[in-house]
């Protein structure tokens, strides 16, 4: 059955929908029910490129909830019931473990979202599905499409799945609970649809509770952060000498939040456990599947409880525990180790199971099938084993010694998490060393202890032509393609004959719609060796783009020698048949790219397409069902099949499975799919059920055009100029050629417009910046001079647009934001004030507005009034922003510094103990004293000790500085040496003086460094009002700003 409709009925605080189907005491509901919610607002219309791009951000926050209802799908048996909110990302909201009433994870009772993710908004708890470039991924808080059903064999299923716009890739996840076994499942299907490699990203993160009695159940000997550096040992910190498998034990470092990637041994499950509950969860999954095993916490000090309080209302801390397809979330410095980006390749469908259970009275876990989790513990003279069933069975229990000998052979019958217990004498010097039950091995005592490095090697050169090749491909691994492109220019100046390097220039020139150069380049590729699949590949796809057609199947068919690129190589042939209406050979070639890729998606719709055009209609729905089966929420199949039967229930079949954020996006991707087959009715046809927009409008305006159907084509052109123009951000490379056509048709600013987003996003800035230039007409549409000015680099002109947007928007606080931040970095203070200033007195509801205000204020001095805005400023920051707390230590110290310069004392010591303070209004937690940075406030409060003759307490406040052990990076560091100095520990001073200045890149640092320690070092009285003010810039020199 496909999806459930409802009618809601108010009972209590749920309005219960729906239908509710029952099949073996395992069965689902639909219906929906109301939260307490804080809710996101604020989108940005403005285009953000980079890793964001085609979506945009939220920026509104509240701390005031309001009653929402949120659709739920519910699953349930004997022993679980599973929460599933599909309007929020298709999270597992809760997991009630019905014997115990146990929550398994973190079911958070308030929807509070905060920003935290990709886009902005994130809400604490369950489990969270990630795909595509980075974690939390744009769909995490958005509706998704989903449908539920009944299963044959008496399982229930929720599958939830959207498109990722970042590359194109479909994912889908199928939430099933089963009838009769103490688990459920969460089935991934992800599919790169399109004929490129992409990035390589999926991590699906589990909150739980975190309490002080939690242990983390985690194979492994070493644990490696996002860089790919190793941390520390694991589960014992050799360092810090603590268990940190025990969450209680990560209470040191404060100002830090914890995120330990688990490696080092064969394992295939982690899970965690509460003693004082003594109940706990656990994760299996077949290891190649799931290689990444990680712990996130926030710092055990007020540093992470201001996020509790931040993210929910009364359910207290949680901790993440995460399961990847990689070993590490990998950041960019990961490239520099062993844990490099890798590619998804064109048309790769992978295909993964994860097993999630409760657990209890085990408070070890040595190992897990899915038979179950096992505890085997040896005492003095007898091992106890402990068997936590997970299916129901009867068979022979055969225990083996050291000797190869079966000391226990027993028939026994498990039930499902019905604890089973034996006890095994064995002499002194025996020891048991497999466990099986039938012919599954449960336990083996071995050393699973891996070799895998995970320290790169010494004296790799990153400044050879492969160390830049490799720089760049993992670039474009992260979609970070404007930085890759000149390492791999600099490589092949480097070795101009370098295959790989070429080959990846060619794709980020066809990523760059610059289809000639990329055909160029595979073509020197292949002059070099022309058998090269990588090469082939990427000159078969240039030439594709550009109509050349036998060069294109000429590029295919030498990649298919490859078997890593033979499926794809095949689909692309495929593909070219069927253009040019070869659908036999089409179909043929169809068939082949499914035999070493059987879940190949594309494969398997082009042949649904060959069979339906050649009229072989039984075997196109043999075809769809396949489809289906692997990916039931297709929209394809359900597209063709109204196609098939015309009628108006198939077509509201088909719409009904379109759920998610953005439906045009799924219209607008599968109509460009058949644009790219050739088949432009069926291109039409869908287009022409999407909701209008401009980019829409265009696109069927031009296939009016293409089928010769003028009236429609000059309407829909009109519709474009009518539409709704906000947050409309082209993306598709499709979209060139349409808008082109739309700009030659309309003299209109709108295509030019789009056309030049689409152009910028293909970091093509010069293209862009012309066509922007082209328009001559007045625009009244904000967000275009606002991108304007992106593009422009004379700044008269850029002030000028960035004018232009404030006075067509001026509630809108973006373009005033962007007109102040232009003049602070022109340095035109007073001008920024006076931008600001107004703006902020009329709307004081954003915290950002705030900081800017603020920063505007300090730098024009006016530093008491930057005190009382940061009075009153309540903050719910992104994740990582200390830029709150940074603004006011920097206005409290210079407050402290202008009182020193006038002698008022009292008012200086007031201000420095001010500045130690952590305001909670300012959504910044105090980490652990030890963990503070005071130097800068130490050093003031030994000047002031000097100047009312306390030596002693002048020496102690020096001590603290000398003896900080804090960063040697920053510019207090400088202090820390005067301080030694003026300790008496001259030489030692003039020691690290000296070092410092050697690691200093930056020459005007070191100058000025050297001038003030020679400067001060013998001074009697070392306060420099200028130069303490130059050290008290330093707090907030880099603010705060967002990876992507």
Same mark, same amino acid.
């Given at each position: 059955?496909?999806?459930?409709?409802?009618?809601?009925?108010?009972?209590?605080?749920?309005?219960?929908?729906?239908?509710?189907?029952?099949?073996?005491?395992?069965?689902?509901?639909?219906?929906?029910?109301?939260?307490?919610?804080?809710?996101?607002?604020?989108?940005?219309?403005?285009?953000?490129?980079?890793?964001?791009?085609?979506?945009?951000?939220?920026?509104?926050?509240?701390?005031?909830?309001?009653?929402?209802?949120?659709?739920?799908?519910?699953?349930?048996?004997?022993?679980?019931?599973?929460?599933?909110?599909?309007?929020?990302?298709?999270?597992?909201?809760?997991?009630?473990?019905?014997?115990?009433?146990?929550?398994?994870?973190?079911?958070?009772?308030?929807?509070?979202?905060?920003?935290?993710?990709?886009?902005?908004?994130?809400?604490?708890?369950?489990?969270?599905?990630?795909?595509?470039?980075?974690?939390?991924?744009?769909?995490?808080?958005?509706?998704?499409?989903?449908?539920?059903?009944?299963?044959?064999?008496?399982?229930?299923?929720?599958?939830?799945?959207?498109?990722?716009?970042?590359?194109?890739?479909?994912?889908?996840?199928?939430?099933?609970?089963?009838?009769?076994?103490?688990?459920?499942?969460?089935?991934?299907?992800?599919?790169?649809?399109t004929g490129s490699p992409q990035p390589y990203y999926n991590w699906v993160n589990t909150a739980i509770t975190a309490k002080n009695d939690l242990k983390l159940i985690y194979p492994g000997t070493y644990n490696i952060g996002h860089d790919g550096m190793l941390i520390s040992y694991w589960p014992v910190d050799s360092i810090q000498k603590k268990n940190i498998s025990l969450w209680r034990e990560n209470n040191f470092k404060s100002n830090e939040y914890k995120s330990y990637h688990v490696v080092g041994r064969s394992g295939s499950y982690f899970g965690a456990y509460w003693e004082s509950d003594n109940f706990g969860w656990l994760h299996y999954a077949d290891r190649e599947e799931r290689l990444g095993k990680k712990m996130f916490s926030w710092a055990l000090s007020d540093v992470g409880k201001i996020w509790e309080e931040l993210l929910t209302d009364q359910n207290g801390q949680y901790i993440e525990l995460q399961s990847g397809r990689l070993f590490n979330q990998n950041m960019v410095s990961s490239s520099l180790t062993p844990f490099k980006q890798i590619l998804f390749q064109p048309y790769q469908t992978d295909v993964w199971t994860e097993y999630w259970f409760p657990f209890e009275e085990m408070k070890e876990v040595k190992n897990v099938t899915l038979t179950g989790a096992i505890d085997v513990e040896k005492n003095r003279n007898y091992y106890d084993i402990s068997i936590y069933p997970l299916q129901a069975g009867e068979d022979t229990l055969t225990v083996y010694n050291n000797d190869g000998q079966i000391i226990k052979k027993e028939h026994v019958k498990?039930?499902?998490?019905?604890?089973?217990?034996?006890?095994?004498?064995?002499?002194?010097?025996?020891?048991?060393?497999?466990?099986?039950?039938?012919?599954?091995?449960?336990?083996?005592?071995?050393?699973?202890?891996?070799?895998?490095?995970?320290?790169?090697?010494?004296?790799?050169?990153?400044?050879?032509?492969?160390?830049?090749?490799?720089?760049?491909?993992?670039?474009?691994?992260?979609?970070?393609?404007?930085? *890759?492109?000149?390492?791999? %220019?600099?490589? #092949? !100046? /480097?070795? $101009?004959?370098?295959?790989?390097?070429?080959? +990846?220039?060619?794709?980020?020139?066809?990523?760059?719609?610059?289809?000639?150069?990329?055909?160029?380049?595979?073509?020197?590729?292949?002059?070099?060796?022309?058998?090269?699949?990588?090469?082939?590949?990427?000159?078969?796809?240039?030439?594709?783009?550009?109509?050349?057609?036998?060069?294109?199947?000429?590029?295919?068919?030498?990649?298919?020698?490859?078997?890593?690129?033979?499926?794809?190589?095949?689909?692309?042939?495929?593909?070219?048949?069927?253009?040019?209406?070869?659908?036999?050979?089409?179909?043929?070639?169809?068939?082949?790219?499914?035999?070493?890729?059987?879940?190949?998606?594309?494969?398997?719709?082009?042949?649904?397409?060959?069979?339906?055009?050649?009229?072989?209609?039984?075997? *196109?729905?043999?075809?769809? %069902?396949?489809? #289906? !089966? /692997?990916? $039931?929420?297709?929209?394809?199949?359900?597209? +063709?099949?109204?196609?098939?039967?015309?009628?108006?229930?198939?077509?509201?079949?088909?719409?009904?499975?379109?759920?998610?954020?953005?439906?045009?996006?799924?219209?607008?991707?599968?109509?460009?799919?058949?644009?790219?087959?050739?088949?432009?009715?069926?291109?039409?046809?869908?287009?022409?059920?999407?909701?209008?927009?401009?980019?829409?409008?265009?696109?069927?305006?031009?296939?009016?055009?293409?089928?010769?159907?003028?009236?429609?084509?000059?309407?829909?052109?009109?519709?474009?100029?009518?539409?709704?123009?906000?947050?409309?951000?082209?993306?598709?490379?499709?979209?060139?050629?349409?808008?082109?056509?739309?700009?030659?048709?309309?003299?209109?600013?709108?295509?030019?417009?789009?056309? *030049?987003?689409?152009?910028?996003?293909?970091?093509?800035?010069?293209?862009?910046?012309?066509?922007?230039?082209?328009?001559?007409?007045?625009?009244?549409?904000?967000?275009?001079?606002?991108?304007?000015?992106?593009?422009?680099?004379?700044?008269?002109?850029?002030?000028?647009?960035?004018?232009?947007?404030?006075?067509?928007?001026?509630?809108?606080?973006?373009?005033?934001?962007d007109l102040t931040r232009y003049y602070l970095a022109n340095n035109e203070h007073i001008k920024a004030l006076e931008t600001i200033t107004p703006f902020y007195k009329k709307y004081s509801n954003s915290y950002l507005m705030g900081f800017l205000y603020i920063r505007a204020l300090i730098k024009n001095r006016h530093y008491e009034s930057a005190e009382k805005i940061l009075s009153d400023l309540v903050v719910l920051p992104a994740e990582g922003n200390s830029d709150g707390h940074r603004l006011y230590r920097q206005t409290k110290l210079m407050l402290a510094a202008e009182a020193l310069l006038e002698d008022d004392i009292p008012k200086a010591q007031r201000k420095i103990e001010e500045a130690r303070h952590y305001p909670r209004n300012l959504g910044v937690g105090k980490p652990n004293d030890e963990d503070i940075d005071f130097r800068l406030e130490d050093w003031l409060d030994a000047l002031i000790a000097q100047k009312i003759k306390k030596p002693d307490e002048q020496d102690e406040y020096l001590k603290k500085v000398a003896f900080s052990k804090k960063s040697d990076n920053s510019m207090h560091y400088l202090l820390e040496v005067l301080a030694f100095y003026r300790l008496g520990e001259k030489q030692h001073a003039n020691d690290m003086m000296r070092k410092w200045s050697s690691v200093q890149n930056d020459p005007r640092v070191k100058d000025w460094g050297n001038t003030f320690y020679h400067t001060h070092k013998d001074k009697e009285y070392a306060f420099d009002y200028k130069a303490i003010v130059e050290i008290i810039k330093s707090i907030t020199s880099a603010e705060f700003i967002r990876l992507f």
């Open positions: 059955m496909f999806l459930m409709k409802s009618t809601p009925v108010i009972l209590g605080l749920f309005l219960i929908s729906m239908y509710s189907f029952s099949q073996h005491n395992c069965q689902f509901k639909e219906y929906t029910a109301v939260y307490n919610t804080y809710p996101y607002s604020d989108a940005n219309p403005i285009p953000l490129f980079g890793k964001i791009y085609p979506y945009f951000r939220y920026d509104g926050y509240t701390t005031l909830p309001e009653k929402k209802s949120w659709k739920i799908v519910e699953l349930e048996n004997d022993f679980l019931k599973i929460k599933i909110f599909p309007e929020i990302g298709g999270k597992i909201w809760s997991v009630i473990d019905k014997r115990s009433g146990k929550e398994m994870f973190y079911g958070n009772e308030v929807v509070k979202f905060r920003d935290i993710s990709l886009r902005g908004p994130w809400t604490s708890g369950g489990i969270e599905f990630n795909y595509g470039v980075i974690g939390h991924s744009p769909s995490c808080s958005f509706p998704v499409d989903y449908l539920v059903r009944n299963n044959k064999d008496g399982s229930v299923s929720c599958v939830v799945g959207t498109l990722d716009l970042l590359t194109r890739t479909y994912w889908s996840v199928e939430i099933n609970l089963p009838k009769d076994k103490g688990w459920f499942t969460t089935k991934s299907l992800w599919h790169n649809r498990l039930g499902v998490r019905q604890l089973f217990s034996l006890n095994i004498p064995v002499s002194d010097n025996e020891e048991l060393t497999r466990i099986f039950y039938g012919n599954r091995l449960l336990w083996q005592n071995e050393d699973n202890r891996l070799n895998r490095p995970v320290k790169t090697v010494d004296d790799f050169d990153w400044d050879t032509g492969y160390g830049k090749y490799l720089r760049g491909r993992d670039l474009m691994g992260f979609r970070l393609y404007d930085r *890759a492109e000149p390492y791999m %220019k600099e490589s #092949l !100046e /480097l070795n $101009p004959n370098h295959i790989p390097s070429l080959v +990846e220039l060619a794709r980020l020139y066809s990523h760059q719609m610059k289809y000639d150069s990329a055909f160029s380049v595979a073509q020197k590729a292949l002059s070099i060796d022309t058998y090269d699949a990588a090469a082939n590949y990427e000159y078969g796809c240039a030439a594709f783009r550009l109509k050349k057609y036998f060069d294109a199947l000429d590029g295919f068919e030498v990649a298919s020698l490859s078997e890593s690129y033979r499926s794809a190589a095949y689909t692309k042939i495929s593909e070219i048949y069927l253009v040019r209406k070869d659908l036999v050979q089409s179909l043929e070639y169809a068939q082949k790219s499914l035999v070493n890729n059987q879940n190949n998606i594309q494969g398997l719709q082009l042949a649904y397409l060959s069979y339906s055009l050649t009229g072989e209609s039984k075997k *196109a729905g043999e075809t769809g %069902k396949r489809i #289906l !089966e /692997l990916d $039931p929420l297709n929209h394809f199949v359900r597209f +063709e099949n109204y196609l098939k039967r015309g009628d108006t229930q198939a077509l509201a079949e088909f719409k009904d499975g379109i759920r998610n954020e953005m439906p045009e996006q799924t219209y607008l991707e599968l109509g460009t799919w058949y644009f790219q087959l050739n088949l432009p009715d069926r291109s039409l046809k869908i287009l022409e059920q999407s909701p209008e927009t401009p980019v829409v409008c265009y696109w069927k305006s031009f296939l009016n055009d293409a089928l010769h159907a003028e009236d429609e084509k000059t309407v829909n052109l009109q519709k474009a100029l009518e539409g709704k123009l906000s947050f409309q951000f082209p993306f598709r490379e499709e979209s060139k050629e349409i808008l082109e056509w739309a700009i030659k048709e309309q003299p209109h600013w709108i295509p030019r417009y789009l056309l *030049a987003l689409l152009y910028r996003s293909r970091n093509r800035n010069n293209e862009a910046y012309n066509l922007m230039s082209s328009v001559r007409e007045e625009v009244d549409f904000a967000p275009f001079h606002a991108f304007f000015a992106q593009l422009e680099t004379d700044l008269a002109t850029k002030e000028g647009y960035l004018k232009k947007a404030v006075s067509l928007a001026p509630a809108e606080w973006r373009y005033i934001s």
